[in-house]
């Protein structure tokens, strides 16, 4: 198995479709750093991203958080956890093909319902029928995630572990992505 990213890989997806928690199982097997851009913005900010949308408007936000990424994508590389609406900006899209790769954790709108219901920190499902809300979202952004240079479906099956390794074996079919010198 390659072990020695030369690229970063940017988890790309809706909002529960498991990017923080396999984005880091997946840094620990590779004995890379992992990185989540919602968690750098907040800690730069020191504001809650449900915060930020109130206080400065969603603009705000997405100005914030591609200025967030392409830093972070011009660091060594990792696995970096992209918040569920910055695949959508060209920019973003641009910056991460151009410094990385990008992988949609694709995931079915039941599951991702049942991973996001009770939470209450996500400001886009604020609205009336959070549900509905979520299956607009997801039929509005899944032709641009689907720009993703690789896809990986999501399988509530499986361990948060043999996601990552799911990935992974996904990572491995591309050469591009690994400095074969590297040690882990």
């Known amino acids: 198995m390659r072990t020695g990213l030369a690229k970063t890989v940017a988890l790309v997806g809706m909002m529960g479709a ?3 928690a396999v984005g880091t199982a997946m840094a620990r ?12 913005i907040v800690a730069a900010s020191n504001l809650s991203i ?3 949308f109130e206080r400065e408007g969603e603009a705000y936000f997405r100005d914030k958080e591609s ?4 830093r972070l994508l011009s660091g060594r590389p990792c696995i970096l956890s992209t918040g569920g609406g910055a695949f959508l900006s060209e920019r973003n899209r641009a910056e ?5 790769v990008a992988v949609w954790l694709k995931a079915d709108l039941d599951l991702l319902w049942s991973r996001v ?13 959070p549900k509905r809300t979520l299956a607009a979202l997801c039929d509005a952004r899944e032709p641009l995630y689907a720009k993703a240079g690789i896809w990986v479906e999501a399988d509530r099956r499986l361990s ?5 390794q799911k990935v992974i074996g996904a990572l491995q079919e591309r050469a591009d ?3 074969e010198r590297a040690v882990p």
């Open 18 to 20: 498991g990017k923080t």
């Open 67 to 70: 200025q967030v990424l392409a």
């Open 117 to 129: 219901r009770h939470k209450n920190t996500r400001p886009l499902l604020r609205t009336e029928n």
């Open 177 to 179: 992505l690994w400095d």
């Open 96 to 100: 991460i093909a151009a410094r990385g």
């Open 50 to 52: 449900a915060e930020i």
């Open 29 to 40: 097997m590779l004995d890379v750093p992992f990185l989540d851009s919602d968690a750098e």
């Open 160 to 164: 948060v572990e043999q996601m990552a």
